[in-house]
């Protein structure tokens, strides 16, 4: 059982004890600090909640809804819901912040706190830690019967967060409309399996199938939409014809395209492709993180923009976003982030974006991926003793590298003429992670190959 406590949240198997896994008592305390921390800073009672649709999420919603109330909190739930949409309602409601119940793209047994401030925006590491804090001391009072707070049901905000795509500038409905589109869906049952169909219809797609779109949160395959796990809906893709399939993870933050023949276009390509139509409209700056692909820096620079490299996170890539004022960037894990519509990862707003620069494109998808840079990925890691100083490795590693151009805001990346790897330690165990990328696949394996036997040597 795993309980982890970081920038992103609050996540955890469900079941176990206290402190090893995520049980009530772990839900209530941190839900009760957040909650306390946010009506102490801004005097707004005011907190909205929402919850993907895997199978722990009701329980879990009970839990955090009655802990606000108890609290004095005025809670707005928006029941059956997705990560970009509740980001969206916290301002809309005016609110002090959100929680969202997710583990993005966890398998089942795992559930998750994901802490927003009044912005809709994901709190700060030192945020986080303040809530961590509070949670861990429980060292503040519950409301008296009178001052406890109240609920409101709200069920609008699938309807709202679609008429908010629709008005995007560059959203075309029309264009969209003409080009006819058939199309797959497969939502892994969660809550994308109501929000993405209802899109494509408001949008004018002409046919849409859905496989795995009941939202009861029995995940029919690993819930990472990755290739290996998303078979049927090459099946579906090729048995009906459609032009392009659609994957989402549980809460809708991420989002693949599957090409018409029945392969992907590739998770890395989702922002790579967006960014594209955006910058061909909006001239502008990009930002991805340090593991992202390199083919979102060639399509920026060859529109005129500068393309710069985040951290790891999605905190981290809005920070650096709104430093450089870009108009489109994310994370190479299909993850879209338009500020024109909020600072959050939604796969609804690349939806729309997508369909609109297919429709004026006039080509299939397999066609279109072959025109973008070429890029391959890697992606491997090593297993190190606990004992081993892994700060001091990568020390070592940027000083053989010195002379390269790499960053250590994250790790260490270093960028090679055509390739570049990326070492990062893990928060958890002791591992580091290598992602490399290369003008093919074996030349990103080969770099990893290089760095990671360099590493060795130097580990003895």
Request: proline content about 3%.
């Given at each position: 059982?795993?309980?982890?406590?970081?920038?992103?949240?609050?996540?955890?198997?469900?079941?176990?004890?206290?402190?090893?896994?995520?049980?009530?008592?772990?839900?209530?305390?941190?839900?009760?600090?957040?909650?306390?921390?946010?009506?102490?800073?801004?005097?707004?009672?005011?907190?909205?909640?929402?919850?993907?649709?895997?199978?722990s999420g009701e329980m879990l919603n009970n839990l955090v809804v009655g802990t606000l109330q108890s609290i004095g909190?005025?809670?707005?739930?928006?029941?059956?819901?997705?990560?970009?949409?509740?980001?969206?309602?916290?301002?809309?409601?005016?609110?002090?912040?959100?929680?969202?119940?997710?583990?993005?793209h966890n398998p089942g047994q795992w559930n998750a706190l994901k802490l927003l401030n009044h912005e809709g925006e994901f709190i700060s590491d030192v945020e986080g830690k303040e809530v961590l804090a509070?949670?861990?001391?429980?060292?503040?009072?519950?409301?008296?019967?009178?001052?406890?707070?109240?609920?409101?049901?709200?069920?609008s905000y699938l309807q709202k967060h679609i008429d908010a795509v629709l008005a995007l500038e560059y959203v075309d409905v029309e264009a969209i409309k003409k080009a006819n589109f058939k199309v797959a869906i497969d939502a892994v049952n969660s809550s994308g399996g109501i929000f993405i169909p209802a899109l494509l219809e408001a949008l004018g797609v002409e046919a849409?199938?859905?496989?795995?779109?009941?939202?009861?949160?029995?995940?029919?395959?690993?819930?990472?939409?990755?290739?290996?796990?998303?078979?049927?809906?090459?099946?579906?893709?090729?048995?009906?014809?459609?032009?392009?399939?659609?994957a989402v993870d549980p809460d809708v933050d991420r989002l693949v395209f599957m090409m018409e023949d029945g392969e992907l276009f590739g998770e890395e390509y989702t922002l790579v492709a967006v960014a594209d139509y955006i910058l061909q409209h909006e001239k502008g700056n990009t930002v991805s993180n340090l593991s992202s692909t390199r083919a979102l820096r060639d399509i920026t620079q060859q529109h005129g923009g500068a393309y710069f490299a985040a951290a790891v996170g999605e905190v981290n890539v809005v920070t650096k976003m709104k430093e450089v004022d870009a108009v489109i960037g994310g994370e190479g894990n299909g993850g879209v982030i338009y500020p024109a519509s909020h600072y959050?990862?939604?796969?609804?707003?690349?939806?729309?974006?997508?369909?609109?620069h297919l429709a004026k494109l006039g080509k299939k998808v397999s066609q279109y991926r072959a025109e973008l840079p070429q890029y391959f990925m890697s992606?491997?890691?090593?297993?190190?003793?606990?004992?081993?100083?892994?700060?001091?490795?990568?020390?070592?590693?940027?000083?053989?590298?010195?002379?390269?151009?790499?960053?250590?805001?994250?790790?260490?990346k270093i960028d090679f003429e055509n390739e570049w790897v990326h070492l990062r330690k893990s928060n958890t165990e002791p591992i580091i992670r290598?992602?490399?990328?290369?003008?093919?696949?074996?030349?990103?394996?080969?770099?990893?190959?290089?760095?990671i036997a360099e590493m060795k040597e130097i580990i003895g």
């Amino acid at each position: 059982m795993t309980l982890i406590k970081s920038i992103s949240g609050i996540r955890g198997t469900i079941g176990g004890k206290s402190g090893e896994s995520l049980t009530p008592i772990d839900i209530v305390k941190f839900t009760a600090a957040f909650g306390k921390i946010l009506i102490g800073k801004t005097g707004n009672k005011k907190i909205v909640v929402g919850r993907d649709a895997r199978e722990s999420g009701e329980m879990l919603n009970n839990l955090v809804v009655g802990t606000l109330q108890s609290i004095g909190a005025e809670v707005i739930d928006l029941g059956l819901s997705t990560t970009p949409t509740v980001e969206i309602a916290v301002p809309l409601e005016k609110a002090a912040g959100g929680i969202i119940l997710t583990a993005s793209h966890n398998p089942g047994q795992w559930n998750a706190l994901k802490l927003l401030n009044h912005e809709g925006e994901f709190i700060s590491d030192v945020e986080g830690k303040e809530v961590l804090a509070l949670g861990e001391s429980l060292d503040f009072d519950f409301a008296e019967v009178q001052d406890l707070g109240k609920v409101v049901h709200d069920e609008s905000y699938l309807q709202k967060h679609i008429d908010a795509v629709l008005a995007l500038e560059y959203v075309d409905v029309e264009a969209i409309k003409k080009a006819n589109f058939k199309v797959a869906i497969d939502a892994v049952n969660s809550s994308g399996g109501i929000f993405i169909p209802a899109l494509l219809e408001a949008l004018g797609v002409e046919a849409v199938y859905q496989i795995h779109c009941t939202p009861n949160g029995k995940f029919p395959h690993n819930p990472e939409p990755l290739k290996e796990h998303l078979t049927d809906l090459s099946a579906a893709v090729l048995q009906h014809d459609a032009d392009l399939g659609i994957a989402v993870d549980p809460d809708v933050d991420r989002l693949v395209f599957m090409m018409e023949d029945g392969e992907l276009f590739g998770e890395e390509y989702t922002l790579v492709a967006v960014a594209d139509y955006i910058l061909q409209h909006e001239k502008g700056n990009t930002v991805s993180n340090l593991s992202s692909t390199r083919a979102l820096r060639d399509i920026t620079q060859q529109h005129g923009g500068a393309y710069f490299a985040a951290a790891v996170g999605e905190v981290n890539v809005v920070t650096k976003m709104k430093e450089v004022d870009a108009v489109i960037g994310g994370e190479g894990n299909g993850g879209v982030i338009y500020p024109a519509s909020h600072y959050g990862r939604d796969a609804l707003v690349g939806v729309a974006i997508f369909l609109s620069h297919l429709a004026k494109l006039g080509k299939k998808v397999s066609q279109y991926r072959a025109e973008l840079p070429q890029y391959f990925m890697s992606k491997n890691k090593i297993t190190l003793t606990p004992e081993l100083d892994i700060d001091n490795l990568l020390a070592k590693m940027q000083a053989k590298y010195a002379h390269e151009n790499h960053s250590v805001i994250d790790g260490l990346k270093i960028d090679f003429e055509n390739e570049w790897v990326h070492l990062r330690k893990s928060n958890t165990e002791p591992i580091i992670r290598i992602y490399s990328e290369g003008k093919t696949p074996e030349a990103a394996e080969a770099i990893a190959e290089r760095i990671i036997a360099e590493m060795k040597e130097i580990i003895g």
